[in-house]
């Protein structure tokens, strides 16, 4: 039997979206399979906002990537025709000089020669009075930073794909998927159907579809919080307050993000809940989750303690051992490639892993060094 696409894409959240959408544009016949409705709020690709920036403390080794991902944000907000899918805001970064935060910061502006600008503790204040000063912390603010917004830019992929011809299976739930010959045959809760290749982006599901191959995939619960911010609004808008990050302790971040319709939010990075049953997810934030959000985000910002609460929301992290993203073939199985780019930072990335994974799956290689995402690392 003859399969009738080119490529199967599982998983149309932030990376398979993306994915769907370079596929299709190259021209090839392109099926995605969600068991949701994208953009949803069901993983990991929903809250108003994600953090996009240059200056990446994690390793300077992502900094070529982002690059082509700014390029490929504006490209889309262009084809897509939907303006402010990227806001720049700057990114202002706090905390000792020896943090991995700040340290890491210094390092990726050097070796990729960055705008970073170091703001003196004594300007901190006429510079950004909303923040609390902290003895013997630095702030770093790398100007090339802001805000995506996840649910557009899931949406303008995926509409793009479908111009481009690529057709959409939603509430359909992937079952099983299998090697059959050189090709895939995929089974879902409504078919069966066949293609020469197949990417599997299934976010925090992934290992119902792959198993243990690869590096351990664990998944945590995160929750993020929206409050009112004292005094005046203007003072929070993206305009005068940037994104934010904040190692306050030795590996402990807080982030954040200036106001905006759901209102100024908030988070903690990492040490989330694990999950080890997505079956069995406690999706309702309850007052402990709220409680050690408040806490950490005070040490910032005192008001926090007792600022109204307008929302809230749990999202999934999908970590690799290493932080590091995965994006490789099944083992002997050069037609399905795994992809699971989260790890807490894996949105900002989202445009260019789509192309990147689409010069995989048609052209057999793409522009950039992937070692470091490798399954056998
Ligand atoms: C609270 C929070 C804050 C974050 N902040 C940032 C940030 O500031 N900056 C940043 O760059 N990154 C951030 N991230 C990380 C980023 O959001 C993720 O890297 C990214 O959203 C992961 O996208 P994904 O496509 O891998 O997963 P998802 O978006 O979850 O998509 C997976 C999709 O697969 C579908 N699926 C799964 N199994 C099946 C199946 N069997 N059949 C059919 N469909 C299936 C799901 O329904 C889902 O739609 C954050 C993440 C969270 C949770």
Redesign the pocket.
């Known amino acids: 039997m003859t399969a009738i696409y080119d490529v199967i894409v599982?998983?149309?959240?932030?990376?398979?979206s993306a994915t769907a959408y370079h596929l299709a544009s190259r021209g090839a016949r392109v099926l995605g399979?969600?068991?949701?409705e994208?953009p949803?709020e069901?993983?990991?690709?929903h809250?108003e906002?994600?953090?996009?920036r240059l200056v990446y403390y994690e390793h300077p080794l992502y900094v070529p990537m982002l690059q082509r991902s700014y390029e490929l944000w504006h490209q889309l907000e262009h084809d897509a025709n939907e303006p402010n899918l990227l806001r720049i805001t700057g990114n202002l970064m706090l905390g000792s000089e020896n943090s991995g935060l700040i340290h890491g910061a210094r390092r990726a502006a050097e070796e990729h020669d960055l705008p970073l600008e170091e703001i003196k503790s004594s300007y901190l204040q006429d510079r950004f009075p909303q923040f609390m000063p902290m003895a013997g912390f630095k702030a770093l603010l790398d100007p090339a930073a802001g805000m995506l917004n996840?649910e557009r830019c899931?949406k303008a992929h995926l509409d793009l794909a479908v111009r481009h011809g690529a057709t959409l299976r939603l509430n359909?739930?992937?079952?099983s998927w299998a090697p059959m010959g050189s090709g895939v045959r995929v089974r879902?809760s409504e078919g069966t159907y066949e293609a020469g290749k197949l990417v599997l982006?299934?976010?925090?599901?992934m290992s119902?579809?792959v198993g243990d191959v690869g590096p351990a995939l664990n998944v945590e619960r995160?929750t993020?919080l929206w409050f009112q911010p004292p005094g005046d609004r203007e003072m929070w808008a993206p305009d005068r307050f940037p994104v934010f990050m904040c190692e306050f302790a030795d590996g402990q971040l807080i982030?954040g993000f200036p106001l905006q319709p759901r209102g100024w939010k908030v988070?903690v990075h990492y040490q989330g809940e694990p999950v080890t049953d997505m079956r069995a997810l406690r999706r309702d934030v309850e007052p402990h989750d709220v409680a050690r959000v408040r806490n950490a985000v005070s040490r910032l910002f005192d008001w926090v303690k007792e600022a109204p609460l307008l929302e809230s929301a749990a999202?999934?992290?999908?970590d690799t051992p290493d932080l590091r993203f995965l994006i490789d073939f099944m083992p002997e199985m050069p037609q399905v490639l795994v992809?699971?780019?989260?790890?807490?930072?894996?949105?900002?990335?989202?445009s260019v892993i789509g192309e990147i994974q689409a010069k995989l799956l048609l052209d057999g290689k793409c522009d950039f060094d992937l070692t470091p995402f490798r399954m056998d690392r």
């Open positions: 599982v998983g149309l959240g932030a990376m398979g399979i969600d068991q949701h994208p949803h069901f993983g990991s690709s809250g906002s994600r953090i996009i996840p899931v359909e739930r992937v079952t879902t982006t299934a976010g925090p599901w119902e579809l995160q993020a982030y988070a999202c999934l992290y999908t992809s699971s780019a989260c790890s807490g930072h894996g949105f900002k990335f989202a």
